[in-house]
Structures are given as structure tokens and as C-alpha cells.
């Protein structure tokens, strides 16, 4: 399944908007002792790595040249 263009931007900018939501809840000053029920740091990894895969999918897909396929044999 190929994506078209716009559906690739869109999905470019959420993954920007998610890395920003929990980059600020992470800053966010919390009492001593209170923990965040949920993983900024993981969410913000994933983020950055899905946003990676996408730009490079996104550079193929405007210059028309593929990245070389690795053979398992």
C-alpha cells in the first residue's frame, strides 16, 4: 500500500504535533514523589522514529528514486 502525498504530509505533522503534546507534558512540574502514568519519553522516541521512516519515504517519493532493497541471502 502506497500512500499519495497529502496523506504523508497530514502524517508528517501529527507525528510532529504528538512529539510536541508530550514533550510539554513532560516538562510539565509535577510534586516530588508524583510519577506520569504515561511514557513521554518511549512516545517521543517512537515519534521521532515514525517521523524519520515518513520523511524518507516522503525525499523517495519527490525524487522518484527508491531506496536499494537489502537481500537476506
Known sequence: MIMDLST???TLCI???IFLITNLHQ???RDLG?????PST???IIAI???????AHL???ATGIT??????F
Not at 49 to 55: D, E, I, K, S, T
Open 15 to 17: 507525528t510532529i504535533v
Open 8 to 10: 504523508l504530509i497530514v
Open 42 to 44: 518511549l512516545i517521543q
Open 59 to 61: 525525499i523517495s517519493t
Open 34 to 38: 508524583e510519577v506520569s502514568l504515561i
Open 67 to 72: 531506496f536499494p532493497r537489502r537481500h537476506l
Open 27 to 29: 516538562r510539565k512540574k
Open 49 to 55: 522514529v515514525v517521523f524519520v521512516v515518513l520523511a
